[in-house]
């Protein structure tokens, strides 16, 4: 047999904590929402740290012959609440820590929308981008593979993520049916959703976390007074969760007027034609270049007056210099933990009101969750139905953090964290600590 030249992995960091400062926020987070209850220590000290963190290393081959060694993950943090749930990201620069504070926040998003499911995560260190079908096939197979006996339908169920999508969760759900029992191979295609609609998938999954960010400043804005109608919009990122968010938006009367992503920015006073920049930017990879906006540089872009400034791209976008930058009066969070909480102690400071990313960015996983109970019972419902059951449960969500919001004069933020924290404390009160 012929060596085949190999690509091998950087070197690691002696001593690098794997966690970070993302999950020491966000840990931080919760423990002083837990304190500001002042009854759900317990449960922030249990949600301190994942049940299990897997990390698997998977030969994979190139289209040129050459072997790479990629590094994935899996953290399951939480399963008191169901099996763990969470999605599975492509990106060269996914860490550990990264997967550990996105697995945390499944699990408070969960249990804020009160699902059967727990919180996780998964990544692969690889560009998307840069690979070709067959290798980003192999590459899916291979960690799949890896993966092994710890994900199932009844277990642990991956999902979409950045740099996934509904073809991989179907090269996923093909490898681990062919490693299912011969009894077990119809009910094994639940072990991922976010697959295509031809193989068990969900109508309206594709924009369902940007319909839930809409649906909750259709509950938001009216609590407050307001209406989505007529509101202006910037956007930070334009993937699948901010194009679909922009569009939404247009069609609830709002008013989109600038959007930024890894390429640049474009902005129009009068309204983007939102439609038209998704498919340019599905095209060109990017907004920038569009020829219905302005080019817009990066200071700009956050400097642009508007009522609504939605992140949707990558964690901690929004440090304190940009929160300086910002002249909105609502902060979006579509995007998993996008504000710095320096960012955030600012933007409070200077009366803006912060809508947080587990009631926000929850309309994926709630969708999920519907595909999952169609593979069950072996159903495929209409898109209607699926939109009627989205926006009940995220009206009654968010009407209840709104409420507790008014009621105890705490942030959106912390009064969706202890909502999230309460429910699973009642859960542990029934069920109790093993042993």
Known sequence: MTASPLLSPGPATPGADPSGPLYESAVARVRAAAEEVGSLREVALILSEPKNEIVVHCPVRRDDGRWELLEGYRVQHNNILGPYKGGIRYHPEVSLGDVKTLALLMTLKCALYQLPFGGAKGGLKLDPAARSPSELMRATRRFTSALGVNIGPDYDIPAPDMGTNAQVMAWMADTYINFAEISQKVSARGVVTGKPLSFGGCAGRESA?????????????????????????????????????????????????????????????EGLDCAALARYAAEHRGVAGFSGGEPLAEEAFYRTPVDLMIPAALEQMIDAERADWLACRYLVEAANAPTTPAAEDLLQQRGVEILPAILCNAGGVVVSYLEWRQNREAETWEEATVQRHLWTRVERTADRVLQRSSRTGQSLRTAAYAEALEHLSEVYQARSVFP
């Not at 940007?210 to 109608?229: A, F, I, K, M, T």
């Not at 699948?240 to 069609?251: C, D, F, I, Q, Y």
Request: hydrophobic residues 45%; aromatic residues 4%; proline residues 2%.
């Open 209 to 269: 976390t940007g319909q839930g960010v809409v649906n909750v400043l259709r509950v938001l804005l009216p609590g407050r007074g307001e209406s989505l109608r007529g509101q202006t919009a910037a956007l930070l990122g334009f993937g699948n969760v901010g194009s679909w968010t922009a569009r939404l938006l247009e069609a609830e009367g709002a008013r989109v007027v600038a959007v930024l992503d890894h390429t640049g920015g474009v902005r129009r006073a």
